[in-house]
């Protein structure tokens, strides 16, 4: 708290043994090197990578479980953290980074999957804003092949390749978007997703920010206001719920969130569904 002014009634993210890729390289005899032509990518971000590496896993384990073929993107960290903190000419060298080793990918047709939001955004919408050129139609063209893990799911779903199966699980969900994934308008993908959990009803809570907003919950001068935006809608919605009821975010920030302040664990939604195949 002295040194960087972080809140010491906050959880630092653990760092674990395993990393997102190491699993990968490790991997033997994996229903991804079947014959099947490859259909997409998951992007490692720094927080799935490094932090949650078991959100990535089931994100996999799941499509593959669906006959998807996918394989773990060569990408680099998005930018997001470096974004949010106003460093744009470093988050433009990662942008360059990411054109450099993901343009080849789109080129080959296949789809780039992301497990969090705010990563999602920053491929979306910031890296074509942040590049000029040749560079950014490179950049618009990764942006296009790139969907959050729910909507990529319901979308092989929908189209009858890539249809799941699940068992039944939670009666109800609480489903709280990120605010990334609002603004981009991707929460729907993820309710309907949801929905297909035998005898579930899943709650869109619709409760604005989570009040976490990546690293600005975290900070001492912050932490009040943090509170206060939660303690809105989110919270006592989480404290009210039964035990039949899960809640669910796609967020790392407003899973910590939900964790730090009232107890209560969030799941992302891979991990829900890969827990009830």
């Not at 080129?107 to 497990?115: D, R």
């Not at 489903?175 to 309710?191: D, N, Y």
Request: hydrophobic share 40%; charged share 20%.
């Amino acid at each position: 708290e002295r040194m960087f002014g972080i809140d010491a009634r906050r959880q630092l993210p653990q760092w674990q043994k395993q990393t997102l890729s190491q699993w990968w390289n490790c991997r033997i005899g994996s229903p991804s090197s079947s014959v099947a032509p490859q259909k997409a990518v998951l992007f490692k971000d720094t927080f799935t990578n490094y932090f949650e590496p078991e959100i990535g896993i089931a994100a996999i384990e799941l499509c593959e479980a669906a006959g998807i073929r996918i394989g773990l993107a060569p990408n680099h960290c998005c930018g997001r953290p470096l974004i949010s903190q106003g460093m744009l000419n470093q988050a433009r060298e990662y942008a360059r980074k990411n054109v450099q080793s993901l343009f080849p990918v789109v080129q080959k047709g296949l789809k780039i999957v992301v497990c969090e939001p705010s990563c999602l955004s920053a491929l979306c919408e910031d890296a074509p804003a942040l590049l000029r050129g040749e560079e950014q139609e490179k950049a618009k063209a990764i942006a296009e092949s790139c969907l959050l893990f729910e909507e990529f799911m319901e979308m092989a779903s929908r189209s009858g390749n890539g249809d799941l199966s699940f068992i039944s699980g939670p009666s109800k969900i609480l489903l709280h978007g990120h605010c990334h994934q609002k603004a981009m308008g991707r929460v729907a993908p993820a309710k309907v997703l949801l929905s297909r959990i035998p005898d579930c009803r899943v709650v869109d809570l619709d409760a604005g920010c989570c009040g976490m907003a990546g690293s600005f919950g975290y900070m001492k001068a912050h932490y009040d206001v943090s509170c206060q935006i939660a303690e809105r809608q989110l919270l006592p919605a989480v404290r009210e719920k039964d035990s039949e009821t899960v809640v669910v975010a796609s967020g790392t920030s407003c899973r910590h969130q939900v964790r730090d302040l009232s107890g209560e664990s969030a799941l992302h939604p891979a991990l829900l569904l890969r827990s009830l195949l």
